[in-house]
């Protein structure tokens, strides 16, 4: 196919959802079809417009009161469970302590409700099965977590609020912290099997992500205001089938990313607003040994009519991509003027990576001042990994197949900057109606790379 029809499609193309009821008892699910410049299976998610409300005031819950909220909250999740139901959280705020949902449970954070999550992390224990920056370990359970669970829904007009009073004193990484991770990477590399990569103990201080769906399919999470996190925001694990819509994220603490779709497949963003110390969404698919022995890239991912107000990127594909990555489209996405945007598109991975980067669709996209530029791509990112461990098993990282049309930025220092592999040069990088008004160094700063053009 050519440039200038593949464009043809990205532009022309309209995506749609389309509503299809197929009724298992009360609980309904919504087929989801999108167009995009590659082909996306129409899938599922839930409805659970007709299911049956379970308030937590109805089981003890009481304001103020950890204990009975908590309580109040895992008993209406064990009787909604069996046919499908909402957890009904009322108007006003309700300390909690982590909420584990199950399968055909709809968590209703209702306007003008807050549930405010306990800053101990005492209350995120037992450990349970999750990773950290994509290697797989037993850590503190995130604040929301479902695990091999299906038809899981998030929604409301309340807020779901983290109380960070300790999370915030472990966004330092002391010493003891980076030997934990250390010895993380090295049982990863080393096979140790996941259960015996427990990482909760005095010295680690691994934050957990505030919600994280661990092996799940059919996943809805729509209009929360999420405000805090310990660590990531949203964590689509292993996860297939997921719609992400109109959800309003302000998230200013260490790594904050507002969305981090891993290894997951079949996922539509759209309508959201992210305000965040980090990258706005990060595709990721594992880290080294994991990626390679987990196989699953993340794929099939549309992100669309979406406001950055704050972050790091735009969009982020990297650095934990040893899994794949491909089939990425951002269409129609506005970023609000700030100073700390470093990217609009940044692919981000290093020789110990492997897994590969492919197809990538970023259209339609204005933004104002870019702390760098518009695309970047850097084939050497380590972070603290670089003098952590050394490089065991050199894998490099296939990147190609990334297409950027109508563009428009106000200021940045370059349009394109591509820092490729010598052995293994980046391919098919193009360019189209991309324009940064005021430059303020060189446009074009590119090395090893084959295919590259831009055509304003």
Known sequence: MTYKSIFTIILLSISFVGLSFAQTGKLAQEEINIQAPFEIPTFKVPNFEHCKNYNIRDFGARQGDKESTSSAIAKAIDLATTSGGNIIIPPGEWLTKAIHLKSNVNLHVSEGATLLFSGDPKDYLPAVHSSWEGLECYNYSPLIYAYEASNVAITGKGTVKADLTVWQKWFPRPKPHMESIKNLYNWAQDGVPVEQRLMVNDTSNLRPQFIQFNCCQHIRVEDIKIRNSPFWTLHLYLTKDALIRGIDIYAHGHNNDGIDPEMSQNVLIENCIFDQGDDAIALKSGRNPEGWRLKTPTKNVVIRNCEIR????????????????????????????????????????????????????????KAQNVKEGILGIDTDVLYQWRNLVPTKVKKLT????????????????FISKINGNPELPIQTVQLKDVRLKKITSTAIQNQFIKDFSHKE
Do not use: W
């Not at 492919?358 to 259209?363: A, E, G, L, M, T």
């Not at 296939?398 to 220092?413: D, M, R, T």
């Open 398 to 413: 296939p990147i190609s197949n990334i297409y950027l049309s109508n563009i428009q930025a106000e200021v940045g220092q």
């Open 310 to 365: 704050d972050g790091h990127q735009l969009l982020a594909v990297g650095s934990e991509l040893s899994g794949g990555i491909e089939n990425i489209y951002v269409d129609n996405c506005t970023v609000l003027p700030n100073e700390k945007l470093m990217h609009l598109l940044f692919i981000k991975t290093n020789e110990r990576m492997g897994g590969y980067v492919k197809n990538i669709y970023f259209s339609n996209i």
